[in-house]
């Protein structure tokens, strides 16, 4: 069956109406392009800051892969319509006493900067959504050194995090689905050149006032990285 593409949001809306059985149906074929078969990923630009510990040389990147209560579009089989996260959509997940989520490039399960099972990678909830926090990267690290120019630049300054939706609500009108509880664990938060929700971001930390050190193996980064959502 060959999915309804190029609807407005409004006719896309109307046939889901007709066809969805419950609200609180999760969205079928959800995806964050037009595209069938884009991937179903969900974006936030950046504050962008870069500082190295002294003593260390590691790097610090904090950011926000979702922003809660921040509207954007994905896709599901019927066109077009609104997702929104609500505040402590991921506190059960988060709570995990085995969460396991790495910080990837481009949601690539090869490319981890950092992970929550190593204690490398902190996850939380806050006021603007999902918290990320990598006190500790490795500049050598081949990837780190790959990305850590591009976000000194500004080349990359958005979010994107792999979740499965636990719960969640169409709007009466089917225009908007809300999710009100989503599961982390063993999905991923990435650094992208795009995602689904624009208002996400990401940062680079090292101490004030200490100079950032060119990071090491620079020359030897590949020049393509996969930058989000396979469209």
């Given at each position: 069956?060959?999915?309804?593409t190029g609807l407005t949001r ?222």
């Open positions: 069956m060959t999915g309804l409004e006719a896309a809306a109307a046939a889901r109406a007709q066809q969805v059985r419950q609200r609180a149906d999760r969205p079928s074929q959800r995806r964050s392009a037009e595209q069938p078969g884009a991937r179903a990923t969900a974006r936030v630009p950046a504050t962008i800051e870069l500082r190295e510990a002294p003593e260390t040389g590691l790097l610090e990147f904090v950011g926000h892969a979702s922003a809660y209560e921040s509207g954007y579009t994905m896709w599901d089989w019927y066109g077009p319509y609104t997702e929104i996260v609500s505040v402590g959509a991921g506190a059960e997940s988060l709570a995990r006493a085995d969460l396991d989520v790495p910080l990837v490039l481009g949601h690539d399960q090869l490319r981890r900067l950092a992970r929550t099972t190593t204690g490398s990678l902190i996850l939380a909830e806050d006021e603007t959504g999902l918290s990320v926090h990598a006190p500790s990267l490795d500049p050598a690290d081949y990837d780190v050194a790959y990305i850590a120019p591009k976000l000194r630049a500004g080349l990359i300054d958005e979010m994107s995090f792999a979740f499965r939706i636990e719960a969640g609500q169409w709007s009466p009108d089917y225009m908007e689905y809300r999710i009100t509880r989503y599961d982390i664990h063993r999905g991923d938060v990435a650094i992208v050149g795009y995602g689904a929700n624009p208002a996400t971001d990401a940062g680079l930390r090292a101490e004030a006032g200490v100079k950032a050190a060119e990071p090491a193996g620079q020359a030897r980064a590949r020049a393509l990285l996969e930058l989000a959502l396979h469209r």
